[in-house]
Structure formats: C-alpha cells, structure tokens
C-alpha cells in the first residue's frame, strides 16, 4: 500500500513538474534583433506571472556611453531620479494556450505604459508585440534567447 501510494505521489508530482515546462520556457535572458533601440531583458516569474527587467537598451545611457539614463519621464515623480538600468518594466504576463498576455510595458523613453503579450516561435525565438488598447495597434519585435 505505501508503495502504491509513493507511487502516485511522485506521478502527480512529475505530471505537475511537466506542467510548468512549457510555461517557463520564457524564464532567462533575450535580446532584440530587429527594434531599434536595441534591448535586452531578463524574465523572470514572479507571484506566478511573468515579469521582465531591463538589462540593456542601445539609448540608455548618457553621452558618456557608461552612465544609465535616469527615468526623467516617469508619470510617478518620486521615480525620476531612478537609473533605467535593471529597473522591471515588463509586469504581469500570464500563460494562457501557448502565449503570454495581459502583460504591461513600461517605456522609460517616452514615460508611458503599453499592454503587451509574446509567443514563443521556438526556444529560442520569441515575437514580443506592445500595443495600445488593441493589439491591431502596436509593434511586433522579435527576440532571441542569449545563451
């Protein structure tokens, strides 16, 4: 009997384990390769959403090339003085049939938000569109993981 039930346990342990797989395939670093500017992120799960931080954006830094940006456009006053280095501005991407959506997009360049979903194309591909209101209008980009 204790070894039925051991049995059952670590079968709907791994059956639970394989559930998350596909889901998580979003977990890590990716990088544009077609936006201007350029960018960098890592995702990361959070309270069981997805969420993004910022590790690099080809218009982030100050002349010097060495300085982050501050988010000067910030709509919350108190957050102006931030660096825009590492700051999560990807919130709230939840899995559903094979796509993330109902995420937001924090664009520390103009101070405002956009709603935004991804589909992975493969492993290593994704499609990441931000839009306004409906997703008919926004922008697709594309990403590839960075290994």
Known sequence: ??????TALMLLVSIVSFAQI??????????????????K????????KYSGRLLYASDMFEADGKTPK??????DKSLR???RYGITNITNLSYEDGEYTGGNLYNPSEGRNY?????LKSDNEMDFRGYI???LL????KFKRVP
């Open 1 to 6: 009997m204790k070894r039925s039930l051991l």
């Open 22 to 39: 596909p889901a998580d395939k979003i977990l890590g670093v990716w990088e544009s390769t077609d936006a201007d500017p350029r960018l």
């Open 41 to 48: 992120f890592e995702f990361y799960k959070a309270g069981g």
């Open 70 to 75: 501050k988010d000067d456009k910030n709509p």
């Open 81 to 83: 003085g931030r660096s």
């Open 115 to 119: 709603r935004v979903k991804a589909k």
């Open 133 to 135: 209101g409906f997703s």
């Open 138 to 141: 926004g922008k697709t980009m």
